[in-house]
């Protein structure tokens, strides 16, 4: 019996979060459905992320409908979501009324997986999203997020993944958002973790910098159980490492995943004739991320946010000074939401040319404790006439229940249960989306 590894086919979330702004048409990949469902995977990414607030604010498309539409169509697999923990698909913390509610409405409508995981690897935001998953039936996959900084150490990983197991997690996911793993680094932490955790463990890299096939090689060897790759059509650049690719370069190996080629390959020619009605981006490699660790993605919202300014030539300033921000934030891995909020706050820097002269909502909300606990204390100056209240404990809980404040609220337009927490999640998008979708009746 070969010991072989899973893989988890992200072409229907993250590989079109990554190359196409996550505008993936449910329509379109209703043409996919067919093969990705024969072809043998361990799991299909398809929900969660940048996908719930892009469907309905850019595609105009109910993400729940979504979700169910795609179970429906996927009999025989997996369905996998991202979850970003207390902060749900959002981009702050929500009560864990909410966070229950969600979780147990994603369950409902078909999801099988849900991937947790915290921004700053701050257990505490992990833990109702773990219960709640473990409550609705589903698969919890903690989550380690990865990044490189003075601070992060393997031992801190491991204690991590250690913490999230008693907690009840499933599985534990390596999350390398920026593609900065190196293989050597693959292959220590995953037999680290199969040792010291005892779970089941999945690596989730992107090929941004060109080292993720390595990456992913070193970790089959290290025994590494899943992985993520996306179909080739929409694979490399910033996305995850092709899937054919991977499966043919394991063949003959005691690993070799069980997929079938030649369904892999009409899924590819179907997707490239889908995607001919897209402008998919150039995937070379971008190796500047081995530097600055900043993410693909927010490099270029970074370079078109200083171009409406009219401060395009401020752009290498830009680059040097978000890793200054994350350094001064106790070096938070950039992943939603700190990402957005280091790189909005090193925009405030460079423009007004006056380092925290302005600091953003979320700025003061994250150094007084609000997102949870940084990786290494934040620099205390930035805490001086700090009006906020400073907390240590568990964020979510100074916050009231808020799901039957916001039925009440949105009473009038609700169609379904799920309606209310897409309100709760985006107001002003999820209103003009009921009001459109009443006019339309
Ligand atoms: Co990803």
Same mark, same amino acid.
């Given at each position: 019996?070969?010991?072989? =590894?899973?893989?988890?086919?992200?072409?229907?979330?993250?590989?079109?979060?990554?190359?196409?702004?996550?505008?993936?048409?449910?329509?379109?990949? %209703?043409?996919?459905?067919?093969?990705?469902?024969?072809?043998?995977?361990?799991?299909?990414?398809?929900?969660?992320?940048?996908? *719930?607030?892009?469907?309905?604010?850019?595609?105009?498309?109910?993400?729940?409908?979504?979700?169910?539409?795609?179970?429906?169509?996927?009999?025989?697999?997996? %369905?996998?979501?991202?979850?970003?923990?207390?902060?749900?698909?959002?981009?702050?913390?929500?009560?864990?009324?909410?966070?229950?509610? *969600?979780?147990?409405?994603?369950?409902?409508?078909?999801?099988?997986?849900?991937?947790? *995981?915290?921004?700053?690897?701050?257990?505490?935001?992990?833990?109702?999203?773990?219960?709640?998953?473990?409550?609705?039936?589903?698969?919890?996959?903690?989550?380690?997020?990865?990044?490189?900084?003075?601070?992060?150490?393997? /031992?801190?990983? =491991?204690?991590?993944?250690?913490?999230?197991?008693?907690?009840?997690?499933?599985?534990?996911?390596?999350?390398?958002?920026?593609?900065?793993?190196?293989?050597?680094?693959?292959?220590?932490?995953?037999?680290?973790?199969?040792?010291?955790?005892?779970?089941?463990?999945? %690596?989730?890299?992107?090929?941004?910098?060109?080292?993720?096939?390595?990456?992913?090689?070193?970790?089959?060897?290290?025994?590494?159980?899943?992985?993520?790759?996306?179909?080739?059509?929409?694979?490399?650049?910033?996305?995850?490492?092709?899937?054919?690719?991977?499966?043919?370069?394991?063949?003959?190996?005691?690993?070799?995943?069980?997929?079938?080629?030649?369904?892999?390959?009409?899924?590819?020619?179907?997707?490239?004739?889908?995607?001919?009605?897209?402008?998919?981006?150039?995937?070379?490699? /971008?190796?500047?991320?081995?530097?600055?660790?900043?993410?693909?993605?927010?490099?270029?919202?970074?370079?078109?946010?200083?171009?409406?300014? !009219?401060?395009?030539? !401020?752009?290498?300033? %830009?680059?040097?000074?978000?890793?200054?921000?994350?350094?001064?934030?106790?070096?938070?891995?950039?992943?939603?939401?700190?990402?957005?909020?280091?790189?909005?706050?090193?925009?405030?820097?460079?423009?007004?040319?006056?380092?925290?002269?302005?600091?953003? !909502?979320?700025?003061? /909300?994250?150094?007084?404790?609000?997102?949870?606990?940084?990786?290494?204390?934040? !620099?205390?100056?930035?805490?001086?006439?700090?009006?906020?209240? =400073?907390?240590?404990?568990?964020?979510?809980?100074?916050?009231?229940?808020?799901?039957?404040?916001?039925?009440?609220?949105?009473?009038?337009?609700?169609?379904?249960?799920?309606?209310?927490?897409?309100?709760?999640?985006?107001?002003?998008?999820?209103?003009?989306? *009921?009001?459109?979708?009443?006019?339309?009746?």
């Amino acid at each position: 019996m070969k010991n072989r =590894v899973g893989i988890t086919e992200t072409v229907l979330r993250d590989a079109h979060q990554s190359l196409l702004a996550t505008r993936l048409k449910t329509n379109d990949m %209703l043409e996919v459905v067919e093969y990705l469902d024969q072809a043998g995977f361990y799991s299909l990414e398809v929900w969660g992320g940048a996908t *719930f607030d892009a469907s309905l604010r850019y595609l105009n498309e109910d993400p729940w409908e979504r979700l169910r539409t795609l179970r429906r169509v996927l009999p025989n697999s997996k %369905l996998q979501m991202l979850l970003r923990g207390q902060n749900l698909v959002g981009y702050r913390q929500y009560p864990d009324d909410v966070v229950r509610e *969600f979780v147990q409405r994603s369950v409902d409508n078909g999801i099988d997986i849900i991937r947790i *995981f915290d921004a700053l690897n701050d257990p505490r935001n992990l833990e109702c999203a773990v219960e709640a998953t473990k409550k609705a039936g589903a698969h919890a996959q903690g989550t380690v997020v990865y990044t490189v900084s003075p601070v992060h150490t393997i /031992d801190g990983y =491991v204690e991590t993944a250690q913490r999230l197991r008693d907690m009840g997690a499933d599985s534990i996911c390596i999350k390398d958002m920026a593609g900065i793993m190196m293989p050597a680094v693959a292959s220590e932490l995953v037999t680290r973790l199969k040792k010291e955790v005892g779970l089941p463990v999945q %690596l989730h890299c992107h090929y941004t910098s060109g080292v993720a096939s390595m990456t992913y090689w070193a970790a089959i060897q290290a025994g590494v159980d899943v992985v993520d790759t996306a179909l080739s059509p929409l694979a490399m650049g910033t996305s995850q490492p092709p899937t054919e690719s991977l499966v043919a370069g394991l063949r003959g190996t005691e690993r070799e995943p069980e997929l079938d080629l030649e369904v892999l390959n009409k899924a590819a020619g179907v997707m490239n004739r889908v995607l001919e009605d897209y402008k998919v981006p150039s995937r070379g490699v /971008d190796t500047q991320v081995l530097i600055s660790q900043i993410p693909g993605g927010m490099l270029s919202n970074l370079r078109a946010q200083l171009e409406q300014q !009219k401060m395009g030539h !401020k752009y290498d300033e %830009l680059v040097q000074e978000v890793p200054r921000v994350r350094e001064d934030l106790g070096y938070p891995p950039l992943v939603t939401p700190m990402s957005q909020i280091v790189g909005v706050q090193s925009l405030f820097n460079v423009v007004t040319g006056k380092r925290y002269a302005v600091k953003s !909502k979320e700025l003061k /909300d994250y150094i007084t404790g609000w997102y949870g606990k940084s990786p290494a204390p934040i !620099k205390p100056e930035l805490l001086e006439g700090e009006t906020n209240t =400073v907390i240590t404990d568990r964020p979510a809980d100074h916050f009231e229940p808020l799901l039957e404040k916001a039925r009440q609220e949105i009473s009038e337009f609700v169609e379904q249960e799920e309606d209310v927490l897409t309100y709760i999640l985006y107001p002003e998008v999820a209103k003009a989306f *009921f009001v459109e979708r009443k006019k339309n009746k």
